[in-house]
């Protein structure tokens, strides 16, 4: 597990899943699930890789609606405790899982620090995350801190996307 977090600002959203959890436990570490929601809306996805366990990665390759916007992502498993939490670190990357800047902005932090939990509550699924820079510059905070209300959204729209597909199990 990361030490070095700064947790000076950190992103944290509630979301209650009408799904069991062990269902969304799934559709965040399996493949098969993953690749049908995962993502802003309107942002395609190519899973390059997908090895959900503590010590595994995941590489994708997100392009943007109209194409002219392609960036590959990374997620370098740090703990994954079935059903219950998925801890990762996210950062961009090149398609061999290279770390590099994101391509929006050479002041954004080059990794992200998310911790995902799952509760059940009476059949459904309380999702929590929480997102804080690791090991980044004060200017890097300020970028991601800046930048939090357009990450809530993208956010808040991929658990839209995560809502309807389980809608649809």
């Not at 209650?16 to 049908?36: C, I, Q, S, Y």
């Amino acid at each position: 597990m990361v030490n070095n977090l700064n947790q000076s600002f950190e992103i944290a959203i509630t979301r209650v899943f009408d799904a069991p959890r062990e269902l969304v436990f799934k559709a965040w570490t399996e493949l098969g699930h993953f690749a049908k929601w995962w993502g802003p809306k309107g942002v395609a996805l190519e899973i390059v890789k997908m090895d959900a366990r503590s010590g595994g990665e995941f590489i994708g390759i997100q392009t943007s609606a109209d194409g002219n916007q392609v960036m590959c992502v990374k997620f370098a498993y740090q703990e994954v405790v079935e059903p219950e939490k998925v801890a990762y670190i996210r950062s961009f990357s090149d398609e061999q899982g290279h770390t590099v800047r994101a391509p929006f902005s050479v002041s954004w932090p080059l990794e992200i620090m998310n911790i995902l939990t799952l509760e059940d509550d009476k059949g459904k699924t309380v999702l929590k995350l929480k997102g804080c820079p690791v090991n980044a510059s004060a200017e890097e905070h300020e970028t991601y801190k800046g930048m939090a209300p357009k990450l809530q959204q993208d956010l808040e729209g991929t658990f839209d996307k995560l809502a309807d597909y389980l809608a649809s199990r």
